[in-house]
């Protein structure tokens, strides 16, 4: 069975807003984020677990050039991407959100 990353409606409302973030600032940032973006999630696709366990089972992917990471749990059928934020958010309130975002 292929792979395939999945997105959460969460995770992908989050990615939108840092995306109009990047645009409002630069206009272009916005398609740079996203191909950052891609690229990270087909390197998640040969190697789900690359990234460090952040709380277990979720892990975190620091997109480089961004202070941005993403945060996902691997499952047998692939990876799901359950949010996208600022590294340097208050962690106990991310892991909150992200409690109710799983899989």
């Not at 480089?64 to 499952?75: G, H, I, S």
């Given at each position: 069975m292929k792979r395939e990353v999945v997105w959460t409606w969460a995770a992908e409302a989050d990615?939108?807003?840092f995306y109009a973030e990047a645009e409002d600032g630069q206009e272009g940032k916005g398609?740079?984020?996203?191909?950052?973006?891609e690229t990270a999630?087909?390197?998640?696709?040969?190697?789900?677990?690359?990234?460090?366990?952040?709380?277990?089972p979720v892990r975190r992917l620091?997109?480089?050039?961004?202070?941005?990471?993403?945060?996902?749990?691997?499952?047998p059928r692939g990876i799901v991407i359950i949010g996208v934020?600022?590294?340097?958010?208050?962690?106990?309130?991310?892991?909150?959100?992200?409690?109710?975002?799983?899989?």
């Open positions: 990615l939108q807003r398609m740079e984020l996203l191909t950052q973006v999630s087909v390197l998640l696709i040969q190697f789900p677990r690359m990234a460090p366990s952040w709380r277990f620091m997109i480089r050039r961004r202070k941005l990471a993403l945060f996902y749990v691997p499952e934020a600022d590294p340097r958010c208050d962690p106990e309130a991310w892991w909150n959100e992200l409690r109710s975002r799983m899989p």
